[in-house]
C-alpha cells in the first residue's frame, strides 16, 4: 500500500485571463533545502521579469501557507507561472499540499473568515491582526492568507479537498508587479 499522493494542477487561468506559461514546478518533500532552493529560484526568475518585489513576497506568503499548515511528512505540488497582461507581468502561484490533521480546524476557519471579507474588510483585518496577533506554533501571526488577498489581482482560489491522505490545499494566487 502506497503512502504517496498524486495532485493534478489546474493551471488554466479562466476564460477572461491569458493562459500562463510554467516558470517553475516542484512536487517532494518540502524539505529545508526544498524550501531554500524554491526559494532561490523562484526569486531569480521573479527578478528576471521585474523589479518589483510584490511578487516574490507573494510567492514567499504561499510558501510559508504550505510549510504553516501542511503535513510536512506528504509530498506537496508548487507550481509557479507567468503571463503578460498590457505589457505588465503577471505571475501564478499555485501550491497543493496535504493539511496536517491538527491543522485542519484552524485552516476551516480561517478560510470561512477570509470568505466574508471584501477588499475593505480585508484590509481592516490585516491591520487588526498585525497589532493583536500572537505567533503560532509554526511562526507567523495569522497573516499569510489575508497579505495574499490584498496583493491578488483577482479572489484568491481556495479549496480545501477530501483525499485518501487527508485535507488537500490547493491556492492559486496572481500578483502582478506594480511598475
Known amino acids: 500500500m502506497s503512502n504517496s499522493v498524486h495532485f493534478e494542477l489546474d493551471t488554466s487561468t479562466g476564460d477572461s485571463v491569458p493562459p500562463s506559461v510554467c516558470l517553475i514546478q516542484y512536487k517532494g518533500l518540502l524539505t529545508q533545502e ?5 526559494l532561490d529560484r523562484v526569486e531569480e526568475v521573479i527578478v528576471q ?48 499540499n496535504i493539511v496536517g490533521h491538527d491543522r ?25 491582526q498585525l497589532e493583536q496577533g500572537e505567533f503560532g506554533d509554526r511562526g507567523g501571526a495569522g497573516l499569510g492568507l489575508l497579505t495574499l488577498q490584498t496583493v491578488a489581482v483577482r479572489p484568491l482560489e481556495i479549496t480545501l479537498l477530501d483525499s485518501t491522505g487527508g485535507k488537500v490545499l490547493e491556492l492559486i494566487v496572481d500578483v502582478a508587479s506594480q511598475g
Open 49 to 96: 521579469r521585474t523589479e518589483d518585489r510584490r511578487p516574490f513576497r507573494a510567492f514567499v506568503e504561499a510558501l510559508q501557507n504550505v510549510f504553516k499548515h501542511g503535513d510536512v511528512s506528504q509530498p506537496v505540488s508548487i507550481w509557479v507561472g507567468g503571463h503578460t497582461v498590457c505589457a505588465t507581468p503577471v505571475f501564478r502561484f499555485v501550491t497543493q
Open 34 to 38: 526544498a524550501y531554500e532552493m524554491l
Open 104 to 128: 485542519v480546524e484552524t485552516l476551516v476557519n480561517r478560510l470561512e473568515n477570509l470568505e466574508k471579507y471584501d477588499a475593505m474588510e480585508t484590509r481592516a483585518a490585516l491591520r487588526k
